[in-house]
């Protein structure tokens, strides 16, 4: 059965670091786009990075103005993982955080605003990050 589970995450104090692990198993995850969103309490779901299928875009990646600079999407594609690294974490960043592989080729491109808006074929479970002092 295809899915994508989710590890990592946790509580960070300001300016500390997490890193957010996404595995699938049933799929090849190199063969799709991959996104990752984040949902605060009371706020809409806020898209924050995508990383292209090596296929169709060769890896490469776009983030969100709110985590460019800090966050890196990266891909291993022996253990089929997508990570999250967050650095400089700030209160703000206070989510849970979800990631999502489709096979959209707006996705699988990482093309500017349609990523986010686009079909996900599969979501990870989602996990908690608080930042706080």
């Known amino acids: 059965q295809s899915q994508l589970v989710q590890s990592g995450g946790g509580l960070a104090q300001p300016g500390g670091s997490l890193r957010l692990s996404c595995a699938a198993s049933g799929f090849t995850l190199d063969y799709h786009g991959i996104s990752w969103f984040r949902q605060a309490p009371g706020k809409e779901r806020e898209g924050i990075a995508c990383?292209?299928?090596?296929?169709?875009?060769?890896?490469?990646?776009l983030y969100a103005d709110s985590v460019k600079g800090r966050f890196t999407v990266s891909r291993d594609n022996a253990d089929n993982t997508v990570y999250l690294q967050m650095n400089s974490l700030q209160t703000e960043d206070t989510a849970i955080y979800y990631c999502?592989?489709?096979?959209?080729?707006?996705?699988?491109?990482?093309?500017?605003?349609?990523?986010?808006?686009?079909?996900?074929?599969?979501w990870g479970q989602g996990t908690q990050v608080t930042v706080s002092s």
């Open positions: 990383i292209s299928s090596h296929p169709d875009g060769d890896g490469s990646t």
């Open positions: 999502a592989a489709s096979e959209d080729l707006m996705v699988k491109l990482c093309v500017p605003t349609d990523w986010e808006r686009s079909p996900v074929d599969h």
